[in-house]
């Protein structure tokens, strides 16, 4: 006898797992299904050889959003978080991000014939950064409270956003690529500070990032893997059910009402309500009736782009704690090895352009790898379909052929080479390499393309230009979340995302919006 649900949560990433957890909290019977062999979705991370690597995101912000709400769950432990600190080297600087001040100075050291431009950048630069730092010291981000509670953050971040008001029109209506592009006359600086990987982000979230650099980048003990295990025992322990290497085929329906899901392998499952928390362009165009959506929401979400692929670097290196630290001088470095951000484009040589993101892994947690050595992931930026889609010649991310095989060790071996910028001789000191590639991270997490961070931020490609959020769907009982629901995505705002849901699922939308 087929067994009945309140819920069938679909996809155990971030998202998947924090609504999981709160509705198990509040006593409601749960199924997660996951398509993967592990739960994570972007945040999940794996073992070779001792070495411990974060497969998709290498470290995750808060503000005041993602620890409130695992505070709320019992799941919060300042003394498991460490700060995740960063730098950036260009062909002409080497700059750790400490404070606002020395970040400018040490560019003009680096740019003497730039230093007016440079001063121009950060005096705009600072000035929303400190308004922004203003608003993340009253508290809780207010989406993240309720009732009376919710009004009194909404107002006080208010009056500190006031601030905002001489920045206001700007910011929302140009990018940081033209911001700089006006500011700066040396063109290396106008695409270093203008777009560092995103062209045409929204002016405002420049301040969120360069806010996070120095303030709110965060690392959790036994990595992100661990975190994410974390969240789904405490889910377990409410109650709920957790199935692994289970993919969801189609949602069922009848007429416009959503009453449970039918697997891959043919099993169902039946339920008051079902959340997806995964792909959005999956879930309307393949796991439902399209029909039943908006005939120019189904086109727009076809044509919609995703976040940038990045192929990823796991490296187990035989060098040590003192030694790393000279060479990295702190988590994470940018390295720009070129000025120029590859994404559309189709070049043969992309992976040895732009700029690629070092993680030293096992920094803070010595677990992480073995005793005397260290792990280290090094991404960089390629289009999901580059080189006839990684040498497979077709859309489908489980296609593995030789040409495949040959390019990722390729791959591999350049950007290693190039990696020797930051540490010298690093081809002679590895115990365990291995590459992901955008399509990798499709075929575990079912993303569009590999996509890690949900939609495009690119503001004139925006999915959701007009809208903050899509968590209902014209489906009664399908809900949304994860960071295809939201914008601009990644972990914080997946986990908004749940929270918001799993409210909604109790009050309404506009009740949970509003009180």
């Known amino acids: 006898m087929s067994q009945k649900y309140d819920a069938i949560v679909i996809g155990a990433g971030i998202s998947g797992l924090i609504l999981g957890s709160t509705l198990a909290k ?30 998709g995101d290498q470290s995750t912000e808060s503000v005041g959003i ?29 700059v750790k991000l400490q404070s606002y001040d020395q970040i400018r100075a040490d560019f003009k050291k680096a740019y003497p014939e730039s230093s ?44 500190a956003a006031l601030k905002f008001a001489p920045l ?26 203008g777009e ?3 062209a045409n982000m929204m002016l405002f979230m420049f301040f969120s990032f360069w806010y996070c650099f120095i303030y709110d980048y965060w690392y959790p003990k036994g990595g992100l893997q ?52 995964g792909n959005l362009k999956h879930l309307v165009l393949k ?70 993101q070092f993680s030293w892994t096992s920094m803070h947690d010595k677990s992480l790898a073995p005793k005397g050595k260290n792990s280290l992931v090094i991404q960089v930026f390629t289009n999901y379909n580059w080189m006839d889609g990684w040498g497979t010649g ?39 390499k291995d590459l992901g590639t955008p399509r990798t991270l499709s075929r575990y997490t079912l993303n569009e393309q590999g996509a890690p961070m949900g939609w495009s931020y690119d503001m004139y490609r925006i999915f959701m230009a007009k809208r903050f959020g899509s968590f209902t769907t014209p489906i009664q009982n399908l809900y949304t979340c994860g960071h295809y629901s939201i914008w601009p995505g990644g972990v914080v705002f997946a986990a908004l995302s749940a929270r918001i849901v799993a409210e909604t699922m109790e009050r309404g939308l506009a009740r949970t919006l509003l009180w």
């Open 116 to 159: 007016q431009d440079l001063d121009t950048w950060f005096d705009f630069l600072t000035k929303g950064c400190m308004i922004f730092k203003d608003m993340m010291s009253l508290g809780d981000f207010p989406l993240v409270r309720q009732g009376a509670d919710k009004w009194r953050m909404m107002l006080e971040m208010s009056k």
């Open 226 to 277: 661990g975190f994410v295990n974390k969240v789904a025992d405490a889910y377990r322990n409410l109650g709920g059910e957790l199935h692994l290497k289970t993919t969801v085929e189609k949602v069922l329906l009848k007429g416009n009402r959503a009453y449970g899901v039918r697997t891959e392998q043919g099993e169902e499952y039946f339920a008051d309500t079902v959340i997806h928390s």
């Open 287 to 356: 796991m439902t009736d399209p029909a039943l959506f908006p005939y120019k929401y189904t086109q727009v979400i076809k044509a919609a782009p995703v976040s940038f692929g990045m192929p990823a670097a796991y490296l187990g290196v035989d060098i040590g704690d003192e030694e790393m630290m000279r060479y990295m001088k702190g988590h994470h470095t940018f390295y720009w090895r070129t000025y120029e951000t590859i994404t559309d484009t189709f070049t043969p040589d992309a992976h040895r352009r732009g700029f690629s």
């Open 168 to 193: 206001a029109k700007e910011c929302i209506t140009k990018t940081g690529t033209q911001k700089c592009r006006e500011i700066f006359k040396d063109p290396n600086l106008a695409f270093l500070f």
């Open 26 to 55: 509040r006593g409601r019977k749960v199924l997660m299904l996951e398509h993967a062999p592990q739960v994570g979705g972007n945040m999940m991370g794996f073992t070779r050889k001792g070495f411990y690597f974060d497969a």
């Open 196 to 198: 560092f990987g995103n």
């Open 66 to 94: 993602l620890f409130p709400i695992l505070k709320d769950l019992g799941l919060y432990d300042p003394e498991e978080w460490h700060r995740a600190d960063w730098r950036i080297v260009t062909p002409h600087a080497d």
């Open 394 to 432: 077709t859309e489908d991310p489980t296609v593995r052929t030789e040409a495949y095989k040959k390019l990722k060790t390729r791959v591999l071996d350049d950007i290693i080479a190039d990696s020797e910028y930051i540490i010298p001789g690093l081809s002679k000191r590895i115990a365990f």
